[in-house]
């Protein structure tokens, strides 16, 4: 594989354990998206009409959400970008798409892979898609958020093969 990088938001931990076996499989650099704003667990309770979450997810105008960080060193040196990301409500956590419309990946290759309990891909990855600055985008992989050691090896084996 080229030189990559594994962009991931992690809310709870799931999303980091698998993008950090990913890119010890692959040798590939890693960048934690994170808010200023860190997610509490009583803020990510989507059982709680009034938890911060679910209250974003009511009102779409209240996920443009802050962020740390949104410059990655040497972002121009990487030609794969690999975004992971849990799903929300049936699409990706909105730190995700807040750090996307920040970084420019034109000239990239982008495979994203996302991390969810009981949903699917959804139309995650193209709502993603959509609010990037470019990149060629693949198809968007789902993992269960306790993947298994060999299913994460598995995935990121293949990417090397396509290289």
Request: glycine share 6%; net charge negative.
């Amino acid at each position: 594989m080229n030189k990559a990088i594994i962009i991931y938001y992690s809310a709870q931990g799931h999303t980091k354990t698998i993008a950090e076996k990913i890119a010890a499989n692959l040798g590939a650099d890693t960048f934690e998206i994170e808010p200023k704003e860190k997610y509490t667990e009583e803020d990510l309770d989507w059982t709680n009409d009034n938890s911060r979450s679910t209250r974003e997810h009511a009102d779409p105008t209240l996920r443009n959400i802050e962020l740390a960080a949104t410059k990655i060193p040497n972002l121009a040196d990487y030609d794969t970008v690999i975004i992971g990301y849990p799903i929300w409500w049936g699409i990706a956590a909105w730190p995700t798409n807040a750090f996307i419309k920040k970084i420019d990946l034109n000239g990239k290759t982008i495979i994203p892979f996302c991390v969810s309990h009981s949903s699917g891909v959804g139309e995650s990855d193209k709502l993603l898609q959509a609010d990037a600055n470019g990149g060629n985008w693949t198809e968007c992989h789902r993992f269960y958020q306790d993947a298994r050691d060999e299913d994460i090896k598995a995935w990121s084996d293949q990417l090397k093969s396509k290289s």
